[in-house]
């Protein structure tokens, strides 16, 4: 089964972006545009409809969830080494620092459900939305502090937390908004991926490393191959097996998330960079997602 298919269709529609950008002349205030829409109105709707349609059992996926929550710190202490180590300029190292533990979840249910099945939709579905408070939270809070903005009216006002708790909360309380409602987020949700990725595309800065080529390196290291050996070590210690471990296993593995752009722009912070490191993370993760996968399948 060549996981590496299933990268194909996102970055194309990255590349699809840039070409766009670059041969229609649509102008800034149409991707400007873009940009909000899918930052207020459809990522939002992606979140909630993601977290509508997915069976929270917190009890018994406490130790999935736990593994999950470990590796995301380990890439974000690995994440603050180049701040330490190098001369970044801070909102840059601000705005690529999301890029060590963030998490493309479009491409990890992609994966989880060609793998896996319905099983594994769910199980991933799970990681992925117990995963975005954590990501949104200690993204907003680098990029406030950096790029002095208040923390708390940054969180107040971020949709994608907003999102978040809302969908939780009517989860976890059990109410199911009416049919065409949920019908509405369902076709807002579809939309926001490929149009996420578009804007993306259109902000590529390919000649740009972000902070010289040690920095980049250094992010794709850490993101491809740090998080998922955090997590195979992780998820053994903790007692994780079968399904539940090979998905949190590729949950760790999975490339930079497309909305770590939308988040650094929205909030003044270093855009091309965050889209540079998504582009190089979701490329070459054609490579080593694959690998992740056979590794697990040979236990």
């Avoid at 994966?111 to 896996?116: E, H, I, S």
């Avoid at 003044?268 to 490191?277: C, E, F, K, Q, T």
Wanted: glycine content about 12%; some cysteine; charged content about 10%.
């Amino acid at each position: 089964m060549n996981t590496a298919l299933l990268l194909l269709p996102d970055f194309a529609l990255i590349l699809l972006g840039a070409a766009i950008r670059r041969w229609m002349n649509l102008g800034e205030h149409f991707w400007l545009g873009l940009e909000k829409l899918v930052y207020f109105v459809l990522f939002p709707a992606l979140l909630i409809n993601a977290l509508l349609r997915t069976r929270l059992d917190l009890a018994t996926a406490l130790p999935l969830i736990a593994t999950a929550y470990l590796a995301m710190a380990g890439g974000m202490a690995l994440g603050l080494v180049p701040r330490f180590l190098s001369q970044v300029p801070p909102l840059t190292f601000a705005s690529v620092f999301q890029c060590g533990f963030r998490y493309n979840s479009y491409i990890g249910l992609a994966v989880a459900g060609q793998l896996f099945g319905h099983a594994g939709i769910a199980t991933m579905g799970l990681v992925v939305g117990a995963g975005v408070p954590l990501a949104n939270l200690v993204s907003v809070w680098m990029l406030a502090r950096h790029g002095q903005l208040g923390l708390g009216r940054e969180l107040i006002r971020n949709p994608l937390i907003l999102a978040t708790l809302t969908g939780f909360l009517l989860n976890l309380g059990g109410l199911e908004p009416p049919a065409p409602l949920l019908a509405l987020l369902g076709r807002l949700a579809d939309a926001s991926i490929a149009l996420g990725l578009v804007a993306v595309g259109a902000a590529l800065r390919l000649k740009r490393v972000p902070g010289g080529r040690g920095l980049a390196l250094w992010f794709l290291a850490v993101k491809l191959l740090a998080l998922p050996s955090l997590a195979l070590a992780l998820g053994a210690w903790l007692g994780l097996s079968g399904l539940a471990y090979q998905v949190v296993v590729l949950f760790a593995a999975l490339p930079a998330a497309t909305s770590a752009y939308i988040l650094a722009v929205r909030m003044g912070g270093d855009g091309p960079s965050v889209a540079w490191l998504i582009s190089a993370s979701t490329l070459a993760s054609m490579v080593t997602l694959p690998l992740w996968a056979a590794w697990l399948s040979r236990g």
